[in-house]
């Protein structure tokens, strides 16, 4: 893999990575600030900066400067992972080859460990066009705003700033019953009873167990902010999707462990096929 500065474009090309598809990677459900722009583009916002991605050819392009990619994007993309090599790894049958190679190009990202929490809490019996309306009104009502590409971007809101919010004062994102949830998460982070940090340091289930303990916070949502947060990629989070296509193919008595340690990345790739394939499917 190489990284190539063109200073004037403003960008970096990324040569000689694999499993690098931008469309795979912003809509397999894990992340809620990128949006595809009508030349195919992608554009977003994460770590509280904005970036443009494009591919053309065997190359990724984003926006920005070498010292800003090396800081920010290049650990956020997971870059270092050699993610073919799994994907091999995760062929272990027919249904899994097959998501595999549907998949092929997905990466998990390092986000940011509260917007992932916070994220995940609005989730919650909740589509994604709608996930990315409510989270988008959170950082416009309660983040910085920042200009980029001569429009004006927003970072996503600090947990010390929701902490001290009320539920009418998240009324107008819409988010119902989930800004209880929202704020406890966010007082817990803020006065340090819950440390994100420190949680990475654990195991993933000793992580999950602690928070389940948040009010609202249950399965789902903990073995999410558990893989997309932590980036703990032996977590396996069971949704609809998932929870149908292991009762279609695996049935009772179905082990993640046998993705180990991968368990995340094959879920994703479970995941995005299911969804992706589900009419055809019928």
């Known amino acids: ?7 004037n ?12 598809d931008l469309v795979r990677i912003f809509e397999c459900g894990q992340c809620f600030r990128w ?3 009508p030349n195919g583009d992608y554009t977003g916002v994460a770590m509280g900066r904005a970036a443009r991605l494009r591919k053309v050819g065997e190359s ?6 070498l010292a800003e990619f090396e800081s920010v ?16 790894q995760q062929g272990v049958d027919d249904f899994m080859r097959q998501a595999c190679e549907f998949g092929a190009g997905i990466r998990i990202l390092r986000q940011d460990k509260w917007e992932a929490l916070c994220s995940f809490i609005i989730s919650q019996c909740n589509n994604i066009p709608r996930i990315k309306k409510i989270v988008g009104a959170l950082c416009e009502l309660y ?3 920042f200009e980029f590409e001569d429009g004006t971007r927003y970072t996503f809101p600090s947990a010390e700033r929701i902490a001290v919010l009320t539920a009418k004062d998240l009324a107008p994102i819409k988010c119902g019953y989930r800004a209880g949830y929202i704020i406890g998460a966010a007082k817990a982070v803020a006065d340090g009873s819950l440390d994100l940090d420190a949680l990475a340091q654990l195991s993933p289930q000793d992580a999950r167990s602690e928070l389940k303990k948040l009010y609202g916070v249950g399965d789902k949502v903990a073995d999410c902010a558990v893989l997309f947060g932590l980036h703990m990629l032996d977590a396996f989070p069971r949704d609809v999707w998932i929870k149908r296509a292991i009762a279609d193919i695996y049935g009772k008595g179905f082990d993640p462990g046998i993705f180990a340690p991968y368990a995340g990345i094959a879920q994703q790739y479970m995941f995005y096929y299911i969804r992706s394939t589900a009419k055809s499917r019928l």
């Open 60 to 65: 990724v392009f984003i926006s920005g400067n």
């Open 35 to 37: 949006d595809m722009e």
């Open 1 to 7: 893999m190489q990284y190539i500065e063109h200073r």
């Open 9 to 20: 474009k403003d960008e970096v090309e990324i040569q000689g990575v694999s499993d690098f």
């Open 143 to 145: 983040g910085e705003p």
């Open 73 to 88: 994007w290049q650990d956020y993309f997971d870059l270092d992972r050699d993610y073919a090599a799994i994907r091999v």
